[in-house]
């Protein structure tokens, strides 16, 4: 399915892949892999609790919440980085966007 400039892929049990174009491909700029969850907030709080810096991104346009992920676009984001430096993010559809393929 397409949405929000990429393309969904669907798998197995619910899970999906969700690819984009990029002028940061190949160099660890751009998510390389997303999450989708329920609660952005909350699952915030809790990594953070077990030591997950998350990145700030102060040009990035949206509304900010309290624990720091952005709300644009249809959806709530917060992005982190793993040990080698890649780019990770959690994603949380909001009412009435098109983050997931139904």
């Known amino acids: 399915m397409e949405t929000n400039g990429g393309v969904v892929y669907e798998f197995g049990k619910g899970t999906a892949a969700f690819l984009y174009p990029t002028p940061n491909a190949g160099t660890s700029q751009a998510s390389q892999a997303f999450w989708s969850v329920t609660d952005v907030d909350g699952l915030m709080r809790k990594l953070k609790a077990r030591g997950v810096v998350f990145e700030e991104y102060p040009d990035m346009p949206g509304e900010r919440s309290a624990e720091g992920a952005v709300t644009a676009g249809g959806a709530k984001a ?20 098109t983050v997931r393929a139904s």
């Open 78 to 97: 917060a992005w982190f980085k793993d040990s080698e430096g890649n780019i990770m993010a959690l994603i949380e559809e909001a009412p009435g966007g």
